[in-house]
């Protein structure tokens, strides 16, 4: 039961770097987001996809990118960090409307 | 659009007291209502929800209490354990012709005391 897979886990990058944070879901979900979590606060939405080749802005979506070219991977990317993007990211996924959101374990990230 | 609160934002109880958690939403097409915990270094997990057409929801030492007249729903926590110490975070969900929309509250800090 692998359910919403984030990788890496942890990562340190430096100042104008850009990567990549993979997310993967094996439930067969239509909808897929990307959330970031900074300390002590709550879930802010960066981009989500309802299908396939579907992607559009959340409320948080300047310095990032994703795409979704199969039902099962969401990878967002980040060109050119800076400091503000230090935090925790997460993914997360459901099937159809009101169901259950299951979320990945997270993605640490430093930019220094 | 949706707006959730939520209070408090950090609570503190002694181990096998009571904590409560409420919530309050905007908009009256909100139709489920989930409740996650998420615990130290992990990403949030589901442990109740409900849906517009419940008032209320048990399982175990877990509840829900949603009241729409009010837009407000709770979540109940008794014989707190350590262990229940976590952030919580409440949300509302609705469908429209674009899709499923979902807002989360801040969270709320739990802390049980041994």
């Known amino acids: 039961n692998a359910g919403v897979t984030q990788t890496p886990k942890f990562r340190i990058l430096k100042i104008g770097q850009s990567m990549t944070l993979q997310c993967t879901q094996d439930?067969?979900?239509?909808?897929m987001y990307w959330y970031r979590q900074d300390p002590g606060m709550g879930l802010k939405l960066i981009y989500y996809?309802?299908?396939?080749?579907?992607?559009d802005k959340g409320e948080v979506p300047n310095g990032y990118n994703v795409s979704r070219s199969t039902t099962e991977d969401f990878p967002l990317r980040l060109e050119l960090a800076a400091p503000s993007q230090t935090s925790v990211y997460f993914c997360a996924s459901t099937v159809v409307s009101g169901n259950t959101i299951y979320f990945g374990e997270g993605s640490w990230l430093t930019v220094v | 659009g949706e707006n959730v609160e939520q209070h408090p934002s950090t609570l503190s109880v002694q181990e096998g007291d009571s904590a409560v958690i409420k919530c309050t939403y905007s908009d009256s097409a909100s139709n489920y209502f989930p409740w996650y915990k998420q615990e130290l270094g992990k990403g949030p997990q589901l442990i109740i929800d409900i849906r517009s057409n419940v008032g209320e929801k048990k399982d175990q030492r877990i509840a829900v209490t949603l009241n729409k007249t009010a837009k407000h729903f709770s979540l109940h926590i008794t014989e707190t354990q350590p262990e229940d110490s976590a952030v919580y975070f409440c949300a509302a969900i609705w469908a429209d012709n674009y899709g499923q929309n979902f807002v989360f509250g801040p969270g709320t800090r739990l802390s049980v005391l041994p």
């Open positions: 996809s309802v299908g396939a080749g579907i992607t």
């Open positions: 439930m067969n979900h239509n909808y």
